[in-house]
Nanobody
Framework: QVQLVESGGGLVQAGGSLRLACAAS????????MGWFRQAPGKEREFVAG????????YYGDSVKGRFAISRTAAKTTVYLQMNSLKPQDTAVYYC???????????????????WGQGTQVTVSS
């Protein structure tokens, strides 16, 4: 089993920044893609950003391009999501996922990810 724990959420004013972290533990041997998704009340889980095993390939959802940046530590087990220029529409619960079938290709659908964290709330006030 793999455990994912997100941290770093909170309340921020529009235009502000937050950095989320996702730490993986447990049976983390092997290669895996990691991604961030978000889900607002009444909406489907939406792809935000993903990063390949090596960190070379990153991919972003259209709504966050140019504002968010995903990165991965050298040890590969922690992923960060730097969120800048936050907007009220970024308000959601943010989830971290791990795709052990991925290596260089970043999946953008939630069904591709086998493991999920519990989520962290991000609230952006106007």
């Amino acid at each position: 089993q793999v455990q994912l724990v997100e941290s770093g959420g909170g309340l921020v004013q529009a235009g502000g920044s937050l950095r989320l972290a996702c730490a993986a533990s447990g049976r983390t041997f092997g290669t895996y893609v990691m991604g961030w998704f978000r889900q607002a009340p009444g909406k489907e889980r939406e792809f935000v950003a993903g990063i390949s095993w090596s960190g070379t390939n990153t991919y972003y959802g259209d709504s966050v391009k140019g504002r968010f940046a995903i990165s991965r530590t050298a040890a590969k087990t922690t992923v960060y999501l730097q969120m800048n220029s936050l907007k009220p529409q970024d308000t959601a619960v943010y989830y971290c996922g791990a795709d052990f079938n991925g290596f260089s290709k970043v999946a953008t659908t939630a069904g591709e990810y086998e493991y999920w964290g519990q989520g962290t709330q991000v609230t952006v006030s106007s």
